[in-house]
């Protein structure tokens, strides 16, 4: 029973490693505590029937019709998953009938944040472990990130041309509503262990926008907010110095606010020796020598720790540094400075954009994998 019970896991394991940020497998299986942590049984042969590509009900399940369930049946333990974090979910409206659809979450962005509030201590350590094994290869595979790193605003001189996808200001006024704040669940998870965030007592400081926000809103994880709460929060956020990270897309679902003690992304990329050509970003810090007084207020701001202090003056490794500009509102000689690079990465127009783009980059290294 133990082998049959495992093989459905694994099966759900090789499903999921198929969509655009993969779940792939590991020597230690921890991947497969993972997935028993969150899913039935019933529940992980369902998640097989789906696809990171909306599927209506009525279509899910002509493929699952021989299990026995009925549509109704089916209907109910797929919104069960979807209450449950599990999966995500979608409708619409054609004449009098609601159309609803279904489709797999990746593990990030996706049933690991939906955890908020459920997390125990032993599930993180299981994904964190994950993160090491495996994920963040995947996550870093094609080098075109979930989410990018937007400036802080006092980090911007304005003499320099920067697009509005890089604004903080017009991306909240333009991303649409509602707008909804929830806990960040990697500084949860680091109160839960005894491991509390060095740089910030915020704690409701990640966001999500239109669909994504009702989401959060409708399963009681986040709250409604106002583009000024937003800002106000955000603003707390850039003083505490923590990078913000939209989703990269030009029409982001979700800003987090991160740090590089508690968020799961920066704290595994940042053991990388060059973890910046993994970031999506179009900004870099300079020392003007001349002017800098070394005194370590930079170096201890640094989420990816790329600068430190040497003979009394600032130094950045630009194969760390992200262009976050955390560093530069607080430097007391205005010695370091945010600039544009010169070639500039636009993101995709949506989410969705995103997710294949991926995929087509996932499929064009598969194929010179096959003939190397």
Known sequence: MNDENNSIYRELQKHLDKLPIGFPATESGVELRILKHLF????????????????????????????????????????????????????????????????????????????LNRLTEDFYNDVMLYFEEAFLAEFNRTKIPQVRVIPVEESIDYEQKISTYDELRTMIENIGEPISVQECICRQAKDLIGDPCKKTDLRES??????????????????????????????????????????????????????????????????????????????????????????GICEDRCNMEAIHIEDDIAHVNKARCIGCGVCVPTCTSEAIQLYKKESEIVPPRNTAATYMKIMDKKAELARAEKNS
């Open 40 to 115: 039935t049984s019933k529940q992980a042969e369902l998640a097989t029937n789906l696809s990171f590509q909306p599927l209506p009900l009525k279509k899910i399940y002509r493929k699952v019709k021989s299990s026995g369930l009925t549509i109704e049946q089916l209907e109910h333990e797929l919104d069960k998953m979807e209450e449950e974090g599990l999966i995500h979910f979608g409708s619409t409206k054609e004449g009098d009938e609601i159309i609803k659809y279904y489709v797999n979450a990746p593990i990030v962005i996706g049933f690991y944040e939906f955890q």
């Open 206 to 295: 990640c966001f999500a926008f239109r669909s994504f926000a009702k989401t959060y809103i409708k399963k009681g994880l986040g709250r409604e907010i106002s583009k000024e709460e937003a800002l106000k929060i955000l603003r707390k956020a850039e003083e505490d110095g923590l990078v913000l990270q939209p989703g990269n897309s030009l029409r982001p679902m979700s800003i987090c606010t991160c740090c590089g003690c508690c968020c799961g992304i920066l704290t595994n990329q940042k053991r990388l020796s060059e973890p910046a050509q993994f970031f999506a970003t179009n900004f870099y810090t300079s020392v003007d020598e001349d002017l800098c007084v070394g005194c």
